[in-house]
């Protein structure tokens, strides 16, 4: 059983940088594909970025390609999401998930683990 924590949402104006952090507790995150996942009020669940188990692949969405990274540091057991020039249809609550050795998946669905979100607000 893997236990994750989302931290470092906020509010940021448009333009502006936010790093999220996933911690995770329980089992070593080092075996799990890692993603993020957002959600904005009354639309479905969206992928932002994977990582795989090892760090070596990464795939984003074309919303967010070019402005948002997404990293891990497996010695400290945590997966970041580096925000830059972000844009007030950012705005969401952003969850982080895990797949034991999964594929990089875009699909919620597919993802065993989820933390509780954090909310990030970007105004105009």
């Known amino acids: 059983q893997v236990q994750l924590v989302e931290t470092g949402g906020g509010l940021v104006q448009a333009g502006g940088s936010l790093r999220l952090s996933c911690a995770a507790s329980g089992r070593t995150l080092s075996s799990y594909t890692t993603a993020w996942f957002r959600q904005a009020p009354g639309k479905e669940r969206e992928f932002v970025a994977v990582i795989s188990w090892n760090g070596g692949y990464t795939k984003y969405p074309d919303s967010v390609k070019g402005r948002f990274t997404i990293s891990r540091d497996n010695a400290k057991n945590m997966v970041y999401l580096q925000m830059s020039s972000l844009r007030p249809e950012d705005t969401a609550v952003y969850y982080c998930?895990?797949?034991?050795?999964?594929?990089?998946?875009?699909?919620?669905?597919?993802?065993?683990?989820w933390g509780q979100g954090t909310q990030v607000t970007v105004s105009s």
């Open positions: 998930a895990a797949n034991l050795y999964g594929l990089l998946s875009t699909t919620p669905g597919t993802y065993d683990y």
